[in-house]
């Protein structure tokens, strides 16, 4: 009827809706009626659509993984996988502190007493999320293509990517919570050389990884100068 707004995009306007709120006023604002009124819906529309906020929360938590998977998929496939990885490594910072309270979501860093938790815990796993699945892809196709180029011992590279998604992700963690602060350039002096010693203790040749991470720096900038 005229002047009722449509429903069958009501989904993705209250994930929409709930991002927003996340970004402007962090988890606190997270709640039926401030996530309705956001989105210019109802809360009945709310617990119609997901059942309750710890339901939108998840799927809010799969937005995030399929826009950093889509962020992933932006980094061009080089004869360099060192280099890829590391311009994913930045990527993956710059959509962490676009939102900080969403990747906190995502990565399950802390428990809100605002989100009830769902009984299921394979439910509140992000990992067992397909949207997850779909970004992590982009990084152990990234590491497969290090082992097959002879830089890293032969060994899985799903072994290799959680290894890499454990140091990336401990930094980025550090960093928004504002540990780096004695550092002038925390990505120059730590990050980069954190990325040089690992992938040297993946078998590659220190000064051959040097190299590569600062032709990934450069890749980076120039798909950020390209957005």
Request: charged residues 25%; contains cysteine.
């Amino acid at each position: 009827m005229a002047g009722r707004p449509r429903l069958d995009d009501a989904p993705e306007r209250l994930v929409r809706a709930a991002v927003g709120l996340l970004a402007e006023q962090g988890p606190s604002a997270i709640k039926a009626r401030t996530v309705a009124s956001a989105s210019g819906l109802s809360t009945m529309v709310v617990y119609g659509h997901f059942g309750g906020i710890p339901e939108l929360m998840r799927a809010v938590a799969d937005h995030g993984f399929r826009e950093l998977g889509a962020a992933f998929a932006q980094v061009p496939v080089t004869d360099d996988p060192i280099a890829d990885l590391f311009a994913m490594a930045l990527t993956c910072r710059r959509v962490a502190h676009e939102n900080p309270h969403l990747y906190d979501l995502m990565f399950g860093l802390s428990t809100r007493a605002t989100y009830r938790p769902l009984s299921d815990a394979d439910l509140r796993l992000s990992g067992h999320s397909p949207a997850f699945r779909d970004a992590h892809v982009h990084i152990t196709a990234a590491c497969r293509r290090l082992v097959d180029s002879g830089r890293a011992e032969r060994q899985e590279p799903e072994v290799i990517a959680a290894q890499l998604w454990s140091l990336v992700h401990g930094y980025i963690t550090l960093e928004l919570a504002e540990h780096f602060g004695e550092f002038e350039d925390p990505v120059e002096q730590v990050l980069l050389p954190m990325g040089v010693n690992f992938s040297v203790g993946l078998g590659d040749e220190r000064e051959r990884a040097e190299a590569s991470h600062e032709a990934g720096a450069r890749l980076y900038d120039s798909i950020v100068q390209g957005r």
